[in-house]
C-alpha cells in the first residue's frame, strides 16, 4: 500500500510537473497567438491604406489625362487661329508685296554690290600677303646667306687677327 501511495504521490508531482510546463507552453501560445493577430491587424490596416492611396492616385491619374486631353484640344484649336492669321497677313501682305519685293531686290542688288567690292579687296588682301610671304622668304635666304658671309669673315678675321698677332 504504501508503495501504491509512493507511486501515486510520484505520479502527481510527475502529472504537476506536466501540468506546469503546458501551461507555460499554453500562456507562450496565447501570447504568440495575440501578437500574431495584432501583427495581422496592423498589416490590414496598412494594406486598407495602400489602396485607399492607390484610389487616390488612379483619380489624380484621371485627372491628369482629362486635363491632358483638354490642353491638346487647346492646342489644335490654338494652332488653327494662328494658321487662320498667317492666312490673313498673307493675304494682307499681298498687297503690298509688290512695293516691297521691288525694296528688297534694290537692297539685294545693294548688298550683292558690296559683297563684290569685299570680296575684291580680299582677294587683293590676299595677293598682297602672298607677295609679303615671298618677300619675307627671300629675306630669310638673304639673311641665311649673310650670316654665312658673316661667319666666314669672323672666321678670317680670327685667323687674319692670330697670323697678325704672332708675326708681332
Known amino acids: 500500500m504504501t508503495l501504491r501511495y509512493d507511486d501515486e504521490v510520484y505520479n502527481g508531482a510527475a502529472w504537476k510537473k506536466e501540468r506546469e510546463r503546458l501551461e507555460t507552453k499554453i500562456a507562450d501560445l496565447s501570447r504568440a497567438y495575440d501578437s500574431s493577430l495584432a501583427a495581422q491587424s496592423e498589416q490590414q490596416s496598412q494594406i486598407v491604406a495602400l489602396h485607399s492611396q492607390v484610389r487616390e492616385l488612379r483619380s489624380v491619374l484621371n485627372d491628369a489625362e482629362a486635363d491632358r486631353a483638354l490642353l491638346q ?35 539685294n542688288q545693294d548688298l550683292e554690290r558690296a ?13 598682297r600677303m602672298k607677295k609679303a610671304e615671298l618677300h619675307a622668304q627671300d629675306c630669310q635666304v638673304e639673311l641665311g646667306k649673310v650670316r654665312v658671309e658673316n661667319s666666314e669673315l669672323d672666321k678670317l678675321n680670327v685667323s687674319y687677327g692670330w697670323s697678325v698677332s704672332t708675326t708681332r
Open 115 to 127: 559683297l563684290g567690292e569685299t570680296s575684291d579687296r580680299v582677294e587683293m588682301a590676299y595677293e
Open 73 to 107: 484640344k487647346a492646342r489644335r484649336g490654338l494652332q488653327a487661329e494662328l494658321e487662320t492669321i498667317k492666312m490673313d497677313a498673307v493675304d494682307a501682305t499681298r498687297i503690298n508685296s509688290d512695293r516691297e519685293l521691288q525694296t528688297l531686290q534694290l537692297k
